[in-house]
Every structure is written in C-alpha cells, then in structure tokens.
C-alpha cells in the first residue's frame, strides 16, 4: 500500500498567517492528490483534487501544488474558519489512502 | 443540490451484520464513482470501498471478502453490507461521490461491541 505521510502533524497559527502543510507518498503517484478539510463531528469538505484543481465553492485562499512523491497545500491567509484537520489523500493506486492528518489550531 | 444520507449505523454485537444505506439526491448514483470511507473515533480517514459506474467494486484489505458495496438504481440508493463485523470496524462510515470525493455525506455510527 502507498503511504501518505504529513506534515506537521498539528501547528499553531495566527488569522492572516500563511500556512503550508505538505504530503509525501511513498512512491510516485503522478498528480492523484486530493485534500480535504475536516471540522469536529462534521464530514469532510473537499477542497482540490489532481494536486492542483480547487473544488467548486472553495475560496481561492487555498491552493495545492506537487506532483510524485511531495505535495503542498497552502492557505494564503488564514481565517477563522479554516481551523481544522487537514487530509490528503492518493486515487492513484487500490487501496486509496489518506495521510494521518494536520490539525490546525489557533495561536 | 447534491445530498448524501447515510443511516442503519448502531450497535452490533461482534460477529454480526449491518446494512448501510446511502440515498442521494441531485444525481444518479449509477453514472458515477460512489465510495465508503470510515473514521474510527478520534482517528483518521480510512477509504473502505468503491464501485464504478460500470459496476466493479474494490475494497480495503481489512475488509474484503466481509463488505459488499451494492447499489439499488430504482432507488438511487448505495449500500454496505457488513458481514462478520469485528470491533475495530468501529466507526463513522460516510458515503461520497467520485473520485476522489466531491461530495460526503453526514456519516452514520457503527458501533461493535458485546
């Protein structure tokens, strides 16, 4: 199976910080990259699929990049609401699997 | 508007069977990828099954050969059944749409315990 580790697994930031998580795989998935955003006791939002495409609805604060074995996701300027866990996930090889998670919290 | 509605989650004794059900609304369940994924409390996200439009299904190790994921058109309706259920299949269990997921729907519990 391919394992999708993230990075960090938690951090402590500020509204209007930019704030970076990355993904990296164990071996090359091509650009099969999802990130989705998960608050306590609710379902997860998608938020980009193919690395890189944003969803329908998802404010352009957000953005993903990569393609392989390293990912980002980036939140340009953070706002309240975006405090949360963070997941990314790989489509490229059965079973899909998803990274531990990051959780952002407030500073 | 897309929905997803997930139910017959609850408590099952080890060894038992569920029957999850997941009824959209806004598309045809049918034309699309569908997939379970489930979250054991305080854990992570973990993909358990998928069937295409065409109808091929695949699974996560830890379920296969227990799980079958099925699809009633008439209905527009998902399903899981669970068989054998052991308690580390403890879990939300959420149905979304494609792949990878645009839409998820609320979750229902399954709890598994004597």
């Known amino acids: 199976d391919i394992q999708m580790t993230q990075s960090p697994s938690s951090l402590s930031a500020s509204v209007g910080d930019r704030v970076t998580i990355t993904c990296r795989a164990s071996?090359?998935?091509?650009?099969?990259l999802a990130w989705f955003q998960q608050k306590p006791g609710k379902a997860p939002k998608s938020l980009i699929y193919d690395a890189s495409n944003l969803q329908s609805g998802v404010p352009s604060r957000f953005s993903g990049s990569g393609y392989g074995t390293d990912f980002t996701l980036t939140i340009s300027s953070l706002q309240p609401e975006d405090f949360a866990t963070y997941y990314c996930?790989?489509?490229?090889?059965?079973?899909?699997?998803f990274g531990q998670g990051t959780k952002v919290e407030t500073k | 508007e897309v929905q997803l509605v997930e139910s017959g989650g609850g408590l099952i004794q080890p060894g038992g069977s569920l029957r999850l059900s997941c009824v959209a609304s806004?598309?045809?369940?049918?034309?699309?990828?569908m997939s379970w994924v489930r979250q054991a409390p305080g854990k992570g996200l973990e993909w358990v099954s998928v069937m295409y439009s065409g109808g091929n299904t695949f699974y996560a190790d830890s379920v296969q050969g227990r799980f079958i994921i099925s699809r009633d058109n008439s209905k527009n309706t998902l399903y899981l059944q669970m068989n054998n259920l052991r308690a580390e299949d403890t879990a939300v269990y959420y149905c979304?749409?494609?792949?990878?997921?645009?839409?998820w729907g609320q979750g229902t519990l399954v709890t598994v315990s004597s």
């Open positions: 996930q790989q489509y490229d090889i059965y079973p899909w699997t």
């Open positions: 806004g598309f045809t369940v049918s034309r699309n990828y």
């Open positions: 979304a749409r494609r792949e990878p997921a645009d839409y």
């Open positions: 071996q090359g998935i091509s650009n099969y």
